[in-house]
């Protein structure tokens, strides 16, 4: 069985702009939820998206946002970059509960210059 | 929200040496997970364990869910065993769906 996959693995962007990011889950996982890990911060749960709809969302400004789409693949979209945007931007899959094990993607790193 | 602390945040080793990482939470969870982060990044699974014992080879996981408290084991050290290691909880919350909350995470070194 396929792991989490996302896409792309490396990314260079400019003050500004807006970037967007690709997760398709295991095959068969209905659950996707997307995590920043910084060296300052540590790894912050940013929001989980079930069957479509968002079911949780950290505490992170309006200009992160994320949709899922019906085969349960998911994107993020961070508008209006700033440069503690960089970061290690990492996507996991689960089937439905939090009682489900999670499975991280290798992650996309974002840097913003 | 929940509270993860892991101990110690770092750790040396010989190779061949026995080492034990710990992970304290604050709050009841229905979730506990173990991960290596590779040099890469990414965070591979080692144990799905919000209560009970697990082993894995030379790895071995107890969580005491009524302590608050989560133990990973690692016997026999190797070089390749280095990396960080992160101790991840999921609240028991309608509410919180498949969220992690994440502790800081235990840098171990091997040495050869």
């Known amino acids: 069985k396929a792991g989490v996959t996302q896409t792309p693995r490396y990314l260079i962007k400019t003050r500004g702009q807006q970037v967007t990011l690709s997760c398709s889950p295991i095959s068969g996982h209905r659950s996707v939820s997307w995590y920043q890990q910084t060296p300052g911060q540590g790894l912050q749960f940013l929001f989980e998206?079930?069957?479509?709809?968002?079911?949780n969302k950290g505490n992170f400004p309006g200009r992160f946002s994320g949709r899922q789409f019906s085969n349960s693949r998911s994107e993020m979209n961070v508008s209006t970059l700033e440069l503690g945007d960089s970061a290690l931007y990492l996507c996991?899959?689960?089937?439905?509960?939090?009682?489900?094990?999670?499975?991280f993607g290798p992650g996309t790193r974002l840097t913003v210059l | 929200g929940i509270q993860v602390e892991q101990s110690p945040p770092d750790l040396i080793l010989q190779e061949g040496a026995n080492s034990t990482l710990r992970c304290n939470f604050s709050d009841s969870v229905n979730n506990l997970q173990w991960f290596h982060q590779n040099p890469w990044g990414q965070l591979i699974n080692l144990f799905y364990?919000?209560?009970g014992t697990k082993q894995n080879g030379r790895l071995s996981a107890t969580t005491v869910a009524t302590e608050r408290y989560s133990l990973l084991y690692i016997s026999s050290s190797q070089t390749t065993d280095s990396g960080v290691y992160f101790c991840a909880v999921g609240e028991i919350k309608e509410t919180s769906g498949s969220r992690l909350t994440f502790g800081e995470g235990t840098q171990l070194t091997v040495n050869p």
């Open positions: 364990i919000p209560s």
């Open positions: 996991a899959s689960g089937r439905w509960t939090s009682t489900d094990t999670q499975y």
């Open positions: 998206y079930f069957s479509e709809t968002q079911r």
